[in-house]
Each structure stands twice: as C-alpha cells, then as structure tokens.
C-alpha cells in the first residue's frame, strides 16, 4: 500500500542551526511528494513539492530531493529561525489519493 | 484571493448531539476534500468530491457521518450522533481540478465531544 514515514518528534533547535525532518515513503506507480508545514491554528499550507525523481522541490530557504532509489524525500534547512516552528508533513500523491505522515514538531529557540 | 474558509472554527457539544461543519472553497476549484486530523497525527481522508459528485468515501464512517455539495461549490459535512472518540480537527482542502497537484487548505474545525 501507500504510506509514509516520517521522524518522529519534537524537534527543537536553536536558531541558525541546521534542519533535517527524514521523510520515506512507500507507493506504487510514481508519486509526486509534498512537504506541508501548519503554524498552531491554522491549516496546512504547501512548502514544496517534487514529482519526479531527482527533483528538487524548494520554498523559503526549505529544500527537499526527490530520492527514488532509497525512496526518501528529507527536508533541509541550513539555517533556522524562531519563526520556522510549526509541524511539517510529508506526504504523497497517487492518483487521486493524497498520504500524509504523523507530522514533525519543530521548536527554535533563539 | 480568499482562502478556503471553514466554520465554525471550533465548536464544543455533549455526545449525542448532532454537529455541522461549513466548508467554502477558492473560488473555480471544483475538488473537496474532508480531513479527519486526530491529535499528533497527519490528516487522514474522509471524503473527496469532484464537483458535486462524491467519489471517494471510503473512509467516511457513513453510520454517524454524512456529507453534501450542493451545486458544487459549498460543502456541509455532519456527525449525529457525535461520539468521544469524534473529538479532533476537521479540515476541508480544495484543489483546482481532478489530478491537480496542490491542495490547499483551510483552518479547519477543532471539535471537543463533552
């Protein structure tokens, strides 16, 4: 089946440091994948997106690499700030279903 | 360019009441989607409509939960009796077509089952 996996949380950093979220997915055919991000209280808003392999999806100093091969797509970021915390989603497209991750919480202190 | 706009944005009833969420989506996008989001977790799919057609429901519990998009454009989706276990965030999300790669999200509806 269709599913994805991604690295449990919280996640906390100080600001400026180094981000990784790890996100692996399983599917068939070839889907495009996603990473969302929600602030407390809102809705989910799109961060980026690849659809086909070794794409690279990228948004606000946010990246992502669509890795088939070992059927990854790990979001980097190379210098966080406080405003960044929020739970970032993974997830994938398939046909007309989307699959979504348990969600990462991220929190930067200053 | 408004949003997709959902009401009420939280609401609080005692079991067994009947409850009602709103959905509008952006204006042309004729796919809908209902999200269950339980606490901790990723949004999980209730149902989608192409315009007014629902095709896929699968995962609506239709015993308790049932959904409606008149004129393909608004979208009602209603839990009688509403149980403990129904307390969670309630999001709706469009998109411009069928197969459109980017969904767009409402604020959703935070419910607390009483």
């Known amino acids: 089946g269709n599913s994805v996996t991604q690295m449990e949380g919280p996640v906390t950093l100080s600001e400026e440091a180094f981000l990784t979220i790890n996100c692996t997915y399983t599917?068939?055919?070839?889907?495009?994948l996603f990473w969302y991000v929600q602030y407390p209280g809102e809705g989910l808003q799109l961060l980026l997106k690849?659809?086909?392999?070794?794409d690279k999806g990228s948004n606000k100093g946010f990246e992502a690499t669509y890795r088939k091969e070992t059927t990854s797509f790990h979001l980097e970021k190379g210098s966080v700030q406080v405003s960044d915390s929020a739970v970032y989603f993974c997830?994938?497209?398939?046909?007309?279903?989307?699959?979504f991750g348990t969600g990462t919480s991220l929190t930067v202190i200053p | 360019e408004a949003g997709v706009v959902q009401s009420p944005r939280y609401k609080i009833i005692e079991k067994k009441q009947p409850v009602a969420f709103w959905c509008n989506p952006i204006?042309?996008?004729?796919?809908l989607y209902w999200y269950l989001q339980n606490l901790g977790q990723g949004p999980e799919l209730l149902i989608r409509?192409?315009?007014?057609?629902?095709?896929?429901d699968s995962q609506l519990p239709k015993d308790r939960f049932s959904a409606e998009r008149l004129k393909g454009v608004d979208s009602t989706l209603k839990i009688q009796p509403a149980e403990l276990g129904d307390s969670a965030v309630y999001l709706c999300?469009?998109?411009?077509?069928?197969?459109?790669?980017?969904?767009?999200f409402g604020p959703g509806t935070r419910l607390l089952v009483l």
């Open positions: 999300a469009s998109s411009l077509a069928r197969g459109s790669e980017t969904q767009y």
């Open positions: 599917a068939t055919g070839y889907p495009s």
């Open positions: 690849a659809t086909k392999a070794d």
């Open positions: 997830a994938l497209r398939t046909g007309n279903q989307f699959y």
């Open positions: 204006s042309g996008h004729n796919t």
């Open positions: 409509y192409e315009n007014e057609e629902a095709v896929d």
